[in-house]
């Protein structure tokens, strides 16, 4: 089982993630609500709604992690101005030095997910990770997996 592609990746993403889990607590925020900013980061002015998607998380704990990181001063709220229901939300100045020290955390972190790796090994692991990606996000018919027999091997 170890060769399947889909246990591996979630190993290592798993690890990832509790590397990230380690140095962020040092920096007073869990990994998820780290990766919670780098999405706001990426996204400014997403909904609640949209972020719980990405983050696969249910929207109540979404909320939960917003009202946390708004208390503390890195996250605002502000109305929606094509929907008084919803609101969008934002990073505020006070999270912009936090992430630029989590960046440099998370580079050390990728660089010792990497080490041994030359350049053209860590290019090549990136656009073949890109292909897998983008191979994923392709909608396949039902039938035309199963006949493939992709789910017979996991």
């Given at each position: 089982m170890q060769n399947n592609i889909a246990f591996l990746t979630s190993d290592v993403s798993r690890l990832l993630r509790k590397r990230f889990?380690?140095?962020?607590?040092?920096?007073?925020?869990?990994?998820?609500?780290?990766?919670?900013?780098?999405?706001l980061r990426r996204t400014p002015g997403i909904?609640?709604?949209?972020?719980?998607?990405?983050?696969?998380?249910?929207?109540?704990?979404?909320g939960r992690m917003i009202d946390r990181l708004e208390k503390s001063g890195m996250v605002e709220r502000r109305a929606?101005?094509?929907?008084?229901?919803?609101?969008?939300?934002f990073l505020t100045d006070a999270?912009?030095?936090?992430?630029?020290e989590l960046f440099v955390c998370a580079t050390d972190v990728f660089e010792e997910a990497q080490q041994g790796f030359?350049?053209?090994?860590?290019?090549?692991?990136?656009?073949?990770?890109?292909?897998?990606?983008a191979n994923l996000l392709e909608e396949a018919p039902p039938e035309k997996v199963l006949t493939q027999g992709a789910l017979a091997h996991g």
């Open positions: 889990d380690v140095v962020s607590r040092r920096f007073g925020v869990t990994g998820p609500q780290w990766r919670m900013l780098a999405a909904n609640q709604g949209a972020l719980a998607q990405w983050l696969e998380v249910e929207a109540i704990t979404a929606d101005p094509n929907d008084r229901r919803a609101w969008r939300l999270a912009t030095p936090l992430l630029d030359s350049a053209a090994e860590r290019d090549l692991l990136l656009a073949l990770l890109e292909r897998v990606r």
